[in-house]
């Protein structure tokens, strides 16, 4: 639930975008394609070569999953003639659309933030580079990318033919979206976000630190228990397993063979089994169906 609380405008108007509702009364709406100075397809040349063509390709895999970050190390290099390089490189600030790929749980269409300084890079021919015209903020854009992605608009100009998700961005650039008009009113928001969601990424990796203490811990305890028993003032003995050590000394050590049972699965045919039946029939992998 977001319980975020917001200091109101003084006045607003109808976005006349469903999705939307809403806007403040000084901001404007327009299609994302007006705001675009050019969109410029990615590369992916030629091999590495050792030479001054050689520059950074900058991958879909080189973001993470929430195309939040970029990597910067282990980039994969290729060969760029110069002609395409004058067309296609990157600078600070460029915004990199993911065009063809994604998946049922990571559609195509997520956008990331080319933010390194000093490197001659471009982008592979999976994505693409877009540059917004002056009074954008690309860093504002970014996060206006990600509330799209957040709502589906990517969805209805996804086209899936041979298994990949392609983005038909002709289509998408021409959804309506509301902005401030003014580029300081972007920059304020954008900087906002950014001190936001750093603060959120924070709390998240020291909750991910705990919940793995807590994970080595409910090992321990589980280890503990069935290997000492849950009697921390119990008389042990040596066990005569190696990785054992002491057990208590009122217990046994057997062979597994001795106190199990096994019993192969039963000959079921691929015919007999459907998605539908009273009985579960399990496999290797889990549930095949019902007998």
């Not at 607003?12 to 509702?21: A, C, D, L, N, T």
């Amino acid at each position: 639930m977001n319980n975020t609380q917001f200091k109101k405008y003084p006045k607003y108007k109808p976005s006349g975008i469903e999705w939307i509702g809403e806007i403040p009364e000084h901001w404007e709406t327009g299609k994302i394609k007006v705001y675009l100075e050019n969109e410029q397809n990615g590369i992916w040349g030629e091999e590495e070569k050792g030479d001054e063509n050689d520059k950074i390709c900058i991958r879909v895999a080189d973001f993470d999953r929430e195309f939040d970050k970029l990597k910067k190390n282990e980039n994969t290099v290729r060969n760029i003639k110069p002609k395409d390089f004058q067309k296609k490189f990157l600078k600070y600030g460029d915004l990199l659309i993911e065009k063809s790929g994604g998946g049922e749980l990571t559609p195509v269409g997520r956008v990331g933030y080319f933010d390194w300084n000093n490197v001659e890079a471009v982008c592979a021919n999976f994505m693409a580079r877009l540059r917004l015209i002056e009074q954008n903020d690309s860093r504002y854009f970014f996060f206006l990318f990600k509330a799209l992605y957040k709502n589906g608009l990517n969805l209805k100009s996804i086209k899936q033919t041979t298994g990949i998700q392609n983005l038909d961005t002709y289509n998408y650039f021409s959804e309506y979206i509301a902005k401030p008009k003014s580029l300081p009113e972007q920059t304020a928001i954008a900087n906002y976000l950014d001190d936001k969601t750093a603060k959120i990424d924070s709390l998240i990796e020291k909750k991910k630190k705990l919940i793995e203490l807590y994970k080595e811990e409910r090992t321990a305890v589980i280890n503990q228990a069935v290997t000492r028993g849950i009697n921390p003032s119990v008389k042990l003995k040596d066990s005569g397993i190696e990785w054992l050590g002491k057990i208590p000394e009122h217990w046994e050590v057997k062979k597994l063979k001795y106190v199990l049972s096994i019993k192969s699965g039963d000959g079921i045919k691929s015919e007999e089994i459907d998605f539908e039946g009273t009985y579960p029939v399990y496999g290797g992998n889990g549930v095949m169906g019902y007998t």
